[in-house]
């Protein structure tokens, strides 16, 4: 059975934190996915006491490190990490050592790692994705596909006509898994 984490951003931010964790719960999610805290400021989430796993969410800039992503989300006993990670511009090679990067943390830290399909970041377009999968098999997607509908990167027909059908969907929704 998937575990199904509710992401903490969907409620409104003035509530107090503890009725948003009743109500996670109450509506049946096993867990919380919620931003980074900053190490050592680590808040009391009370998550455990309302029964709910904490997952966390991250943005991922180029410029800066992965280690103290998964440093934070051990310290605060996350169960997983997904981050939107910048570097669409780059080319491949820096791509890869970066999910190489990724990946290699996430054993080291026993933190599964899911990279965040989104728009304006290293899984940009459907295309660019699919090939990352084909190059890091190990990769897992917390696969939000609106992106590529939203940036109409899927318009009709498609593919072009006379070209070879592709089905990329099954291809990347195999790759979201839950932890």
């Known amino acids: 059975m998937p575990h199904l984490h509710c992401s903490l951003l969907t ?6 934190l503890t009725e948003r964790l009743t109500r996670i719960a109450q509506a049946g999610f096993d ?5 980074l805290p900053l190490a050592p400021d680590l808040p009391d989430f009370s998550a ?3 029964g709910l796993a904490l997952s966390g969410c991250a943005h991922l800039p180029e410029d800066l490190p992965a280690e103290p992503l998964f440093e934070h989300a051990a310290a605060a006993g996350m169960v997983s990490l997904n981050a939107q990670v910048d570097g669409y511009w780059r080319d491949d090679s820096w791509q890869d050592a970066r999910i190489r990067d990724l ?23 459907l295309r660019r994705t699919l090939g990352l999968l ?4 190990d990769l897992l997607l917390c696969g939000d596909f609106s992106h590529y509908t939203v940036m109409a990167e899927l318009r009709a027909p498609w ?14 929704a195999a790759k979201c898994t839950s932890a």
């Open 11 to 16: 409620l409104p931010a003035d509530l107090p």
């Open 31 to 35: 867990g919380v996915q919620m931003p």
């Open 48 to 50: 455990a006491e309302a």
């Open 103 to 125: 990946l290699t943390l996430s054993e080291r830290y026993a933190l599964p790692f899911f990279l965040e399909t989104h728009r304006h970041r290293l899984t940009q377009d």
């Open 134 to 137: 084909d190059r890091h098999p």
């Open 159 to 172: 593919p072009p006509t006379g070209q070879k059908p592709c089905t990329p969907w099954p291809a990347a």
